[in-house]
């Protein structure tokens, strides 16, 4: 059974600076994509980035690129999420996801394993 549970949401000013992490239990990281999304109210899923397990490769999404790093700590078993530059259109509820497979899928629905969610608020 995999498990994944998110940490360190909150609120922050625009500008400011935020770290999300990602604790992962009851997997063998192998072959595996740690996607992070995120969704806002009345808004779908989005992709934000991600992170290979195996080689650390990352991938992310346009809006958020130059802004964000994904990094994973072998040893913790966790993936962070770190977001810098924040602005109010970052708020959401952030999540973080996993998927065996060797491809970077953007599509919520294709993750089987999900964390509670995160909430960041971004104040103008």
């Known amino acids: 059974q995999v498990q994944l549970v998110e940490s360190g949401g909150g609120l922050v000013q625009a500008g400011g600076s935020l770290s999300l992490s990602c604790a992962v239990s009851?997997?063998?990281?192998?072959?595996?994509?740690m996607g992070w999304f995120r969704q806002a109210p009345g808004q779908e899923r989005e992709f934000v980035g991600g992170?290979?397990?195996?080689?650390?490769?990352?991938n992310y999404a346009d809006s958020v690129k130059g802004r964000c790093t994904i990094s994973r700590d072998n040893a913790k078993n966790t993936v962070y999420l770190q977001m810098n530059s924040l602005k109010p259109e970052d708020t959401a509820i952030y999540y973080c996801?996993?998927?065996?497979?060797?491809?970077?899928?953007?599509?919520?629905?294709?993750?089987?394993?999900w964390g509670q969610g995160t909430q960041v608020t971004v104040s103008s």
């Open positions: 996801a996993a998927r065996y497979g060797s491809m970077v899928i953007f599509r919520a629905r294709d993750y089987p394993y």
């Open positions: 009851g997997h063998t990281f192998s072959n595996t994509f």
């Open positions: 992170i290979f397990w195996s080689g650390g490769r990352t």
